[in-house]
C-alpha cells in the first residue's frame, strides 16, 4: 500500500471505521514509514484533545450577541408564528370548552323541561282523580269524543279503540300542560288476576 492510499484511511483508522482487513494493511505500511506513523501520533493527540474539552474556546460576548440579533433578523415571521399559534390555542380551547358548556346546559335544561312535564301530567292525572273529573264526555264511541275536542284545542287528538288489547276507551277531558290545553284520552285497563 502505498503513503497516498494509507492517508485516505488514516482518518478512518483512528475513528476504528475500518474492517480488520484495513486496519492490517494500515498497521504494515506504518510499520515502514515514519511520516503516516507521525500522522497517526497527531490524529490520536487531536482526538484525546477534543474527547477532554481542552480544544473548546469560549466565544467572545459579543459574537454571541451578534449571531444570536441575525437570527432574529432572519426569522421575524417565527416569533410572530409562535405568538399567533398560542393565541390560536387560547381561543380554540376557550371555544371548546364554551361548546362543551352549551351541550351540557342545553341537556340539563331539556332534561329539567322534561321532568316538569312529566310533573304536570302526574299531577293533572291525581287532580282529576281527586275533584272526580275524570272525564268531560263519557263515550266509548270514538266518533263521539273526538268530535268532542275540536272547537276546544287547536288540533285533533288521535282517538284509538284499543278494546282488542283490554282497553276500551270510556272517556276525554281537558287538561292543562305546558301552558296550554290538552286532551286526556281515558281507556280503562283490562284488570289482571
Not at 497517526?40 to 473548546?56: F, K
Not at 335544561?109 to 268531560?136: F, G, P, Q
Amino acid at each position: 500500500m502505498t503513503c497516498k492510499e494509507t492517508k485516505t484511511l488514516l482518518n478512518a483508522y483512528v475513528d476504528g471505521e475500518l474492517d480488520s482487513a484495513g486496519s492490517l494493511a494500515v498497521e504494515t505500511h506504518m510499520r515502514g514509514c515514519a511520516s503516516c506513523l507521525g500522522e497517526v501520533e497527531d490524529l490520536h493527540g487531536l482526538a484525546s484533545a477534543i474527547e477532554s474539552g481542552s480544544l473548546r474556546f469560549a466565544a467572545p460576548a459579543h459574537l454571541k450577541r451578534t449571531v444570536q440579533g441575525a437570527i432574529r433578523a432572519a426569522t421575524p415571521r417565527a416569533r410572530s408564528s409562535v405568538f399567533y399559534w398560542r393565541w390560536a390555542g387560547v381561543a380554540a380551547s376557550v371555544v371548546f370548552i364554551a361548546a362543551v358548556m352549551s351541550v351540557l346546559t342545553t341537556r340539563w335544561v331539556s332534561s329539567s323541561e322534561e321532568n316538569a312535564l312529566v310533573n304536570d301530567i302526574v299531577s293533572s292525572h291525581v287532580r282529576s282523580m281527586m275533584a272526580n273529573h275524570v272525564t268531560d264526555v263519557s263515550s266509548s264511541n270514538t266518533h263521539t269524543v273526538k268530535p268532542w275536542f275540536s272547537g276546544k284545542l287547536d288540533y285533533s287528538p288521535p282517538t284509538k279503540d284499543l278494546t282488542e288489547h283490554g282497553s276500551p276507551l270510556i272517556s276525554g277531558r281537558l287538561d292543562y300542560l305546558d301552558n296550554r290545553p290538552v286532551a286526556a284520552l281515558v281507556y280503562r285497563r283490562k284488570a289482571r288476576h
